[in-house]
Structures are given as structure tokens and as C-alpha cells.
Antibody, heavy 119, light 112 residues
């Protein structure tokens, strides 16, 4: 079964750091680009960051550029999101999502992990 | 403000058809056939319903269909059922590297 499982969320103070992980199984992880997408409470979906299969191409939303770092370890079938200088507006459910082989959509999503930034 | 514009809510009775619109620009919806639609029930992860404008993934009911005209894409759900009540989001790949993907603000579908 194709599956993505996020972890690492929690409560953190403004200015703090957190590292999210996404464990992939059931498919050849190293062949796919991966994304992080977040959803603030009661709000819509917001794309956060993308990384290509070999980590050659990395992109960030302007709202997180310079503060968040996406990475992956294909040997461990894992995707990561290092989040620094966290702000209240980063509070959201963070989803890990697989990008389809022939791009254009995200075909597999994890259940998400919740990040709360509050003092 | 979301990059793609969707109506905040739509409603319909069981058995009826509804259409949700998604308006973007020539840099996203109008420029690529990479429009996708996601269904999200409360507290759940998004689920892919339509990709590449009009294609259905395996397992998605043929009551769901998609189309595009110019900078506006549409999702039509026919034969509405109670389980269709959910939030629906459109998405498009874009020509810029930031954002790489854009989403609509979401549409709450209520089955009366």
C-alpha cells in the first residue's frame, strides 16, 4: 500500500525550530518529487516547498523562504522539513504529498502533522 | 488571498448536479493542462479527484468530471450524494518557481 506518514509536529514558541519528517512506503520513493503543503486552522491549502527526486531542484513559497529547508534521504525513504524562526502564522497542519511521475498534480497525501506556534 | 478563485460555497439536493468554478490566469490555469481537484472531508487529508483538467484517478466515481475554458476550470459532480459533502480545492502548476503550485481558496459543498 502506498503510504506517507508525517511526524514531528508539536507546540513551539515563536522564534523556535521544529523538524518534520515524512516516511514513505509502498513505492519507489527515489523516483518521485515530493512536496510539503500546509493548511492553517479553518483555511485553505498552501503549497510550502518542493524537492525533486534527486534533490537537484528545490523550491519554496515566499512566505517560508530563508526560514524553512526541505531535504530528503532516498536511502531512508524519508522527506524532511526543517522549520526555523517560526511565527504564529506558521501554525497549520503540514501535509507531505507525492508529485505524480508525469507532473501536474499531487497524487498521494499523508494524514498530516500539526504545528502550533504560540507563546 | 488565494491565487485561484473559487466560490466559497455551493449546495445541491441529492441527485442534482453542481459545478464549482476555479479562475486563475494565463500563468497557471490558462497556461497548462495541469489543473487538479481535491476533496477534503473535515479532519481528513485531501484526496485527488481530478487531474490534468479532466482525468479521474482509479477508484474515483465517474460522477466527478472536470473541464477548462481559458483561465477557468470547472468541477462538476452529478447525481449528488450525501457523502459528496466536503470541501473542494482546485490546484494548478504555475510558470513561476514561487509559488510552484497554487491552490484555490476552497469551496464548501453542502448536500441539502
Amino acid at each position: 500500500e502506498v503510504q506517507l506518514v508525517e511526524s514531528g509536529g508539536g507546540l513551539v514558541k515563536p522564534g523556535g525550530s521544529l523538524r518534520l519528517s515524512c516516511a514513505a512506503s509502498g513505492f519507489t520513493f527515489s523516483s518521485y518529487s515530493m512536496n510539503w503543503v500546509r493548511q492553517a486552522p479553518g483555511k485553505g491549502l498552501e503549497w510550502v516547498s518542493s524537492i525533486s527526486s534527486s534533490s537537484s531542484y528545490i523550491y519554496y513559497a515566499d512566505s517560508v523562504k530563508g526560514r524553512f529547508t526541505i531535504s530528503r534521504d532516498n536511502a531512508k525513504n524519508s522527506l524532511y522539513l526543517q522549520m526555523n524562526s517560526l511565527r504564529a502564522e506558521d501554525t497549520a497542519v503540514y501535509y507531505c504529498a507525492r508529485e505524480a511521475m508525469v507532473t501536474g498534480y499531487m497524487d498521494v497525501w499523508g494524514k498530516g502533522t500539526t504545528v502550533t506556534v504560540s507563546s | 488571498q488565494s491565487a485561484l478563485t473559487q466560490p466559497a460555497s455551493v449546495s445541491g439536493s441529492p441527485g442534482q448536479s453542481i459545478t464549482i468554478s476555479c479562475t486563475g490566469t494565463s500563468s497557471d490555469v490558462g497556461g497548462y493542462n495541469y489543473v487538479s481537484w481535491y476533496q477534503q472531508h473535515p479532519g481528513k487529508a485531501p484526496k485527488l479527484m481530478i487531474y490534468d483538467v479532466s482525468n479521474r484517478p482509479s477508484g474515483v466515481s465517474n460522477r466527478f468530471s472536470g473541464s477548462k475554458s481559458g483561465n477557468t476550470a470547472s468541477l462538476t459532480i452529478s447525481g449528488l450524494q450525501a457523502e459528496d459533502e466536503a470541501d473542494y480545492y482546485c490546484s494548478s502548476y504555475t510558470s513561476s518557481s514561487t509559488p510552484l503550485w497554487v491552490f484555490g481558496g476552497g469551496t464548501k459543498l453542502t448536500v441539502l
